[in-house]
């Protein structure tokens, strides 16, 4: 919110849009209305078995894709009603402007936040990691630095950025060796509802298991590391670019000496975002306690339908005896409302053949 509010005043004051109505209240209410997608989102999709215990979130819940784009469409109808003869062109313009805000800021908070979700090492190590890039390319440059790497920020020089690249790198195999060895790090962050609590205990990911192979066990925290010395600084120099653009010195004034919230974050928001998307990509791996609230939500017939035909698809892959299919078929009703599914095990020996299904 303290980016958004920065970044927002910029273009309050550039634009000199003291006269426009509604900029401000209309600003935040699309802050409103991102947040309460987006988090609302990952809320229910993770806590929906939670949730759904108080009766009257039970409406918010289901509708609320349907309740969050009425909220946008509201705000969209209340920037029309807004709008003056003399000042479209302004009012587009900063109309465009909070958006692309929200783009960068809303989406990168909520990457950071699914990142916490995922497992605290997915946030802290980043974060870490671009705290010391920072740190170490100016002790590095302070010290030794001769050769300017870019017009945008002249202080910079080679020499701090690849010192401040081979210290996060020494930095992300420490980090990520004092981190793996606790649960509370790398579990990810559940509802376990046969406990009716959070919990952070986990059949450990395959990667923060120690494996024989060429690569070290440590390659995910090298990749991000690099990726934070050579990608994050650049993130710094986007923001130079920006406040060069609008002749500013600092986005604000929030620090004495060091400006403000988006001066501080600037390379924390596209390192978190490439954490998400990475940890989707290579290493994401699901776990029962996730899927169960998937299937809790669905009607009661349904998941009698739904267990007969997982139990038709073990049987099929050879990973349930034909015992236990009959015990199903025979002790299992038929869900009321839809067709009766039964299955009948074939009469070849081999456990892994295919079974008839008469529905």
Known sequence: MACFYEIIN???????????????LLSWYFLFTSNYYLFGESLITRFRLLLAKEDFLQPWITHHQFISFSLYCAGIVGFVLSLVKRHYIKQFTLFGWTHVTLLIFVTSSYFCIENIFNGLIWFLLPVCLVICNDVMAYVFGFFYGKTPLIKLSPKKTWEGFIGGGLSTILFSILLSYILVKYDY?????????TKGSLTMNCTRNPVFIAQIYDLPKYLHCLIISIYTSVVGPFGGFFASGFKRAFKIKDFGDLFPGHGGVVDRFDCQLIIGTFVLFYYNSFVRSYSPVSLLPKI?????NTQILFYRLLTDGLYKRGLLPNQLVDAVNEYLPSPSGSSSTTIRPTSSSSSSSLNNVEV
Do not use: A
Not at 10 to 24: A, Q
């Open 10 to 24: 910029i273009g309050y004051l550039v634009y000199r849009s003291h006269d426009l109505p509604w900029f401000r």
């Open 296 to 300: 809790y939500i669905l009607p009661p």
């Open 185 to 193: 790090f790398v579990c990810p962050i559940e509802w376990d509802d």
